[in-house]
């Protein structure tokens, strides 16, 4: 492997393991301020306690998100140095306001949050939780105004002579529409993760049939607030993003598996077998018209397919081979005005050209094969995109059927809820993490060859350093990542299983000697 | 304002958020470097990591945010050191790794073994970043090993090796002495008894040693150590033409600026000045002072750093014309106002609540308050 594979592997990585704790976090934070909200509001103490235990296993997802995290901010800079240099002018901004806005706030206020109970008022430490709650989700907000950017590029233009993206616009940049959407549909994500936790956890003690008063109030929290998320997942979904930017079509195309435009509106394949040699798809599945409804939201507009993007993306690349001979002209001292008006015509597929120097250094001679590799490898791979897009689906849809059932029952308040319920939910708890995850990889798997959309090519984007220095980062972090996920579930594990008890207020089941000594 | 005044104020606030980063997450990395030197029994331990508890995550974000800005006003320097210093950057990560599971998890188990362990974990969390920061700015002020191509990628020539050269190890004494000793002098302010008195006696001890090592470095510097100077004009107000200048290599040329302006002595006096106040009001127990002479102290030596070192912010000693300074590595000026502008209105909130967090969370601990709230504390 080359120190683009490694360097894509391990941020691959990094970001995934991240990705397990952060969107726990954006969800069990509403979670507790709920909670908590309900305590202030009727001064009933089953809910402090509830706040209390629930934040007990959030400071435990909490601790590995941070940690996780300190990597992501690193790595931009360790293994993407090209990409800081070229990008960091627009990219930089919202990862620094998102650390001075957000970050900041959220992890002051999570210590006061876990000691201020006997320092601050109720309504201190409510507004204390309200704040760290708004401040993860701000957070979020700002990160993924950054990562709408790499998919989307908008508000800012190239400088030659800085040899860099610059800024002009951060409102552009700001109001993003990828971003937007980006920004609902994950903090969305965020919410159902923790209310599936919770629900999950919840049927475990009504199962066994203990701290019921306990179990069903955090019930009946998690499958309201989870129904209202898992809903805002599924209508605010990515679709309306799709239509902008071709970086977003070839991800449209190779998730539908489109491997050709089809007269409008096109249909939706439900299932089948993307097969890349033959261009097809085998065995589908089809709705008719679906899929131009959902991307187009018209039944007029084609869906663009895949080989008639790749003729696009032929045209793209001779244009900005040129602009990249140009451009080395240029800073090689050729400053004349034909240089730089025919640069300034052809500059914006300059990213396009780019593309050619993974296949050969010499951009101005590439060769026709050249050309049709690049062309050939400007589509992302079609099977990962769409399966993991239908197992994102697929466990959308499970939790949303969960979360309707457990919110009718809370609802018609059965004191004892059906059993099959209860084991779905508890079932169910894996399910948000591989949504999330399917979701996470369909973004970012789907937005290559690119590292930013159309202007900066991954396998430039990375930091000039030795396999070996890769090897062993990569090697350090898988071990030690390893280990640390398998002390958090053990911790996780333990602390479910002691449930309110740990929190050693004589009130709940379990308190017996022997588990009062362990926790 | 133009993009001068606007460079020129975000050397400022990089340095700002570097000093923020050492006074405040450097107190709490000191404690928990001190764990097993202060700490007798757990629950003198559990009192040393409880008067950090509320407060070392919030003030870890100065890191954060310190390479945050760093990204967003010199992409550049974010990109070359971090990607120069890899081996070393990395390690530092994984140091800083074991801090936030270490501070969380320790407590969540009661047992003798578990809890030494992650007390091993945060002491070297917490002890490695500081020695490591200090390595990485003494190879700063020696030149770093790298170049730029024609696409402007950046290509780093030395070793992880090479970076633990004796001047370098010096800096990171310093860098990690002067660490641990502001957590002695945090100590002396948020504990009890033997505790306390320990902490004072230690503070006497680092606080002169970090003095005398303080000047040897400065000497080393003026006497062994060669400095940069750029000798064709750089247009302050213009795109940057990073690698477009001439660099002059010279022996004491790190000492120019306080030829120039002797008023910058204040910096290295106010930083020695503050070490030896940090040990003699720890030997009289005045704690504050300690605290606040500390501060200054450390505060100084960044400083101090950053005003020898200036308009570089990170040399090349293989290609001196590639060096990056804080005039042509910055991000554009639009950049640099928006940030401005928002660091204008959010530096002042962070300062307010964490005043009014550390105003909370105020008072001194000991260990009775540990085992009566066993169950709700770290």
């Known amino acids: 492997m080359d120190i683009v594979d490694l360097s894509r592997l391990q941020f691959a990585f990094t970001a995934m393991i991240h990705f397990l704790f952060v969107p726990l976090t954006l969800g069990m934070a509403f979670l507790l301020a709920i909670m908590e909200s309900v305590y202030v509001m009727t001064g009933k103490t089953i809910y402090r306690d509830m706040t209390k235990f629930w934040g007990k296993l959030f400071g435990i997802n909490f601790a590995l998100g941070v940690t996780t995290g300190i990597a992501m901010e690193f790595q931009f800079g360790t293994n993407w140095s090209y990409y800081s240099h070229y990008v960091g002018d627009i990219f930089g901004a919202p990862l620094a306001i998102e650390a001075l806005m957000a970050f900041f706030l959220e992890s002051t206020l999570i210590g006061l949050f876990f000691f201020g109970w006997d320092r601050l008022s109720k309504e201190k430490h409510l507004a204390v939780t309200w704040l760290m709650a708004l401040a993860s989700n701000l957070s979020a907000l700002w990160i993924l105004v950054a990562n709408g950017w790499m998919q989307h590029p908008v508000g800012s233009v190239f400088n030659i002579d800085t040899m860099r993206m610059e800024l002009t616009s951060f409102s552009e940049v700001i109001f993003n529409p990828v971003a937007q959407v980006k920004f609902v549909h994950t903090v969305s994500a965020g919410y159902v993760t923790g209310a599936v936790f919770v629900l999950a956890i919840s049927s475990w003690y009504l199962l066994k049939g203990r701290d019921l008063p306990f179990a069903r109030r955090s019930f009946a929290i998690a499958s309201a607030f989870g129904l209202a998320s898992a809903l805002s997942v599924i209508v605010l979904g990515d679709e309306s993003g799709y239509e902008i930017g071709d970086v977003q079509k070839v991800k449209l195309a190779a998730v539908e598996a489109e491997w050709h435009t089809h007269p409008a509106p096109a249909a939706f394949t439900v299932f089948g077998v993307p097969n890349e040699q033959t261009q097809t798809t085998d065995y589908a599945l089809k709705i008719p018209a679906v899929l131009g409804l959902i991307a187009t939201r018209s039944v007029t507009e084609e869906v663009a397919g895949i080989s008639e993007l790749k003729e696009k993306h032929l045209e793209r690349i001779i244009r900005g081979q040129e602009a990249y001979v140009l451009m080395t002209q240029y800073r090689a001292g050729d400053k004349s005005a034909a240089t730089i008006n025919r640069f300034n015509e052809v500059s914006a597929d300059l990213g396009y050209g780019m593309l050619l120097t993974a296949y050969t250094d010499d951009v101005a001679n590439a060769t026709a094969e050249h050309i049709a590799q690049a062309v050939e490898d400007s589509v992302p791979k079609v099977w990962p995109l769409f399966w993991s897009f239908r197992i994102m689906v697929a466990c959308g849809v499970a939790m949303l059927v969960l979360f309707a059932a457990a919110f009718w029952h809370s609802a018609k308040r059965t004191v004892d809820k059906p059993r099959w319920l209860l084991k779905f939910a508890l079932f169910s708890l894996p399910l948000p993490w591989i949504a999330c995850e399917a979701g996470w990889f369909v973004a970012e798997y789907g937005r290559q060859p690119w590292a930013i959309g159309e202007i900066l090519p991954t396998h430039l984007a990375v930091s000039q350093l030795s396999v070996s220095d890769i090897w062993f980062s990569l090697g350090a972090i898988v071990v030690l990542y390893t280990i640390f996920v398998i002390i958090e579930m053990w911790l996780m594990t333990k602390y479910a299983r002691l449930g309110p008890s740990s929190l050693h207020t004589g009130k709940y089941d379990l308190e017996s000697p022997a588990t009062v000594k362990e926790a | 304002m133009d993009y001068e005044a606007l460079r020129f104020i975000w050397w400022l606030l990089i340095g700002v958020l570097l000093i923020g980063f050492v006074v405040t997450d450097g107190f709490d990395m000191g404690v928990a470097a001190l764990l097993k030197v202060l700490g007798k029994s757990n629950d003198e331990r559990r009192v040393m990591i409880n008067t950090i508890a509320p407060h070392w995550d919030g003030n870890q974000v100065w890191l954060i945010t310190a390479g945050g800005a760093l990204f967003a006003a010199w992409p550049t320097v974010y990109a070359a050191s971090f990607s120069g210093f890899y081996i070393a950057l990395m390690l530092t990560l994984f140091a800083l790794f074991l801090r936030p599971i270490g501070f969380e998890y320790r407590a969540k188990i009661d047992n003798e073994q578990w809890r030494s362990r992650w007390d091993w974990a945060l002491t070297a969390g917490s002890a490695i970043p500081a020695l490591i920061f200090g390595v990485a700015f003494g190879n700063l002020l020696q030149g770093v090993p790298f170049y730029f191509d024609d ?134 127990q005045r704690h504050i002072t300690a605290f606040i002479s500390s501060s200054l102290a450390i505060a100084m030596v960044v400083l101090t750093a950053g005003i020898s070192m200036f308009p570089f912010v990170m040399p090349s000693s293989t290609t001196p014309a590639h060096s990056l300074t804080m005039w042509d590595a910055t991000a554009s000026e639009t950049t640099l106002m928006i940030m401005f502008v928002v660091a204008c209105i959010f530096v002042p909130l962070i300062l307010a609540y964490t005043a009014w967090s550390y105003f909370v969370m105020r008072g001194r601990l000991n260990e009775q308050h540990i085992r009566d709230n066993s169950h709700s504390l770290y």
């Open chain 2, 151 to 284: 696409i402007l990628r950046l290509h780093y020539t030395g070793s992880f090796w090479a970076l633990l050269n004796p001047f370098a190890l010096l800096a990171g004494v310093l860098s990690l002495l002067m660490i641990v000793n502001h957590g002695a002098t945090y100590l002396q302010l948020k504990t009890e008894a033997e505790l306390k008195t320990r902490s004072e006696k230690l503070s006497v001890v680092l606080a002169l040693i970090c003095a005398v090592i303080f000047v040897l470095a400065g000497v080393w510097l003026f006497l062994a150590v060669d400095g940069y100077s750029v000798t064709s004009i750089i247009d302050t107000n213009g795109a940057n033409r990073t690698t477009d200048k001439t660099v002059l290599i010279s022996a004491g040329a790190w000492f120019s600026n306080y030829a120039k302006w002797p008023l910058l002595w204040l910096a290295p006096a106010l930083g020695v000045a503050g070490f030896l106040i940090c040990a003699l009001a720890s030997k009289t």
